[in-house]
């Protein structure tokens, strides 16, 4: 079946190709209603993180309809072990620069751990600074029902939220990196902090190593987007850390990962030529010089 096909959707709509997010005929900036359109059409969706322009024009030339300024910049950017460490003032210079490497991408920031835990104020007054200072159109922050007043605060005052819950890796002092939502009891608490987050309005919510049968009913359950990394086929939306997903993050990735390209191998293949270049004196050859 083709993208332009009129298939109907499991909500009985005609799909409509030149609207879509992937592959679509727009070229103005994506927003949060075209996301909320596209789950009413049964549409998937891709995700990426990026954390400089550069990246992110290359992603925004891609088609990819959604890019993500995540905390994961602490690991995969600024060389911390976790994303604890990374500050609101970080997260604004960092989306600043993927909101200009972008034109149609709608661009989403994460919150960092201890920007919005003390409550919906210090949540607004964060989440304010990256819309003013950076514009994103977005801003995403983790936890379900414990976040649920932050959430309604935000979005009462025009900002909207995309959720994260299951594994939230802000709090892996005291959750570790383990598996969310496996057992009766765990599951019941993965449905109600859906339930919480779409709510107090959130647009959409990350759902991070759940197991993919849970991540399914979650998505069948809420009129939201679920977007899942670690958590199976069947959500709304995939994510996945730009690094990890173009093999430049090295070391050991968790299972979810795949990998489309080595740029590790490739980056690190160009560096020694250029260094063997310079050394053996074969680097810069007349072609490369003035006079
Ligand atoms: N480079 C990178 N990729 C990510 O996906 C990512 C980050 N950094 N930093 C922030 C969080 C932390 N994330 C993590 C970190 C570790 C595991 C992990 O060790 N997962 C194990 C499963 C553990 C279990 O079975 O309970 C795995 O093998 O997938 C998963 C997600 C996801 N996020
Ligand atoms: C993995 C995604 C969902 C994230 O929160 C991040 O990259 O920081
Ligand atoms: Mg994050």
Same mark, same amino acid.
């Given at each position: 079946?083709?993208?332009? +096909? @009129?298939?109907?959707?499991?909500?009985?709509?005609?799909?409509?190709?030149?609207?879509?997010?992937?592959?679509?005929?727009?070229?103005?900036?994506?927003?949060?209603?075209?996301?909320?359109?596209a789950k009413?059409?049964?549409?998937?969706?891709?995700?990426?993180?990026?954390?400089?322009?550069?990246?992110?024009?290359?992603? %925004?030339? @891609? =088609?990819?309809? !959604?890019? $993500?300024?995540?905390? +994961?910049? #602490?690991?995969?950017?600024?060389?911390?072990?976790?994303?604890?460490?990374?500050?609101? %003032?970080? &997260?604004?210079?960092?989306?600043?620069?993927?909101?200009?490497?972008?034109?149609?991408?709608?661009?989403?920031?994460?919150?960092?751990?201890?920007?919005?835990?003390?409550?919906?104020?210090?949540?607004?007054?964060?989440?304010?600074?990256?819309?003013?200072e950076?514009g994103? #159109?977005?801003?995403?922050?983790?936890?379900?029902?414990?976040?649920?007043?932050?959430?309604?605060?935000?979005?009462?005052?025009?900002?909207?939220? &995309? @959720?994260?819950?299951? *594994?939230?890796?802000? +709090?892996v002092? +005291? &959750?570790g990196?383990?598996?969310?939502?496996?057992?009766?009891?765990?599951?019941?608490? *993965?449905?109600? %902090?859906?339930?919480? !987050?779409?709510?107090? #309005?959130?647009?959409?919510?990350?759902?991070?190593?759940?197991?993919?049968? $849970?991540?399914?009913? !979650?998505?069948?359950?809420?009129?939201?987007?679920? !977007?899942?990394?670690?958590? =199976?086929?069947?959500? /709304?939306?995939?994510?996945?850390?730009?690094?990890?997903?173009?093999?430049?993050?090295?070391?050991? &990735?968790?299972k979810?990962?795949?990998?489309?390209?080595?740029?590790?191998?490739?980056?690190? /293949?160009?560096?020694?030529?250029?260094?063997? %270049?310079?050394?053996?004196?074969?680097?810069?050859?007349?072609?490369?010089?003035?006079?």
């Open positions: 079946m083709t993208q332009l +096909s @009129a298939a109907p959707t499991p909500q009985g709509k005609p799909a409509d190709g030149n609207r879509a997010l992937y592959g679509g005929k727009s070229n103005r900036r994506i927003t949060v209603r075209d996301i909320t359109a009413e059409r049964g549409e998937k969706w891709p995700m990426l993180t990026a954390y400089d322009a550069m990246t992110a024009s290359v992603f %925004d030339e @891609a =088609g990819i309809p !959604v890019m $993500l300024v995540g905390d +994961s910049a #602490g690991n995969c950017h600024l060389g911390y072990e976790t994303t604890v460490p990374v500050t609101l %003032d970080q &997260m604004t210079m960092l989306s600043a620069a993927v909101v200009r490497g972008t034109g149609r991408a709608l661009i989403v920031a994460d919150l960092p751990f201890g920007s919005y835990q003390e409550g919906p104020v210090q949540a607004l007054r964060s989440a304010t600074r990256l819309v003013k950076a994103v #159109g977005a801003v995403k922050l983790e936890g379900g029902e414990r976040s649920h007043r932050q959430i309604e605060l935000l979005v009462e005052s025009g900002i909207p939220v &995309m @959720a994260h819950i299951g *594994l939230t890796p802000q +709090s002092n +005291s &959750m990196y383990r598996v969310q939502g496996r057992g009766e009891e765990a599951a019941q608490q *993965l449905l109600r %902090d859906a339930k919480a !987050v779409q709510d107090a #309005g959130a647009f959409a919510v990350v759902l991070e190593l759940v197991p993919a049968e $849970l991540a399914a009913e !979650v998505t069948r359950t809420l009129h939201i987007p679920t !977007v899942g990394i670690g958590a =199976g086929p069947d959500t /709304d939306a995939q994510v996945l850390v730009w690094t990890d997903m173009l093999g430049l993050t090295g070391g050991r &990735m968790p979810f990962v795949k990998q489309y390209a080595d740029l590790r191998g490739v980056m690190g /293949d160009a560096a020694k030529a250029f260094a063997e %270049d310079v050394v053996g004196g074969t680097f810069p050859q007349e072609e490369h010089s003035v006079h």
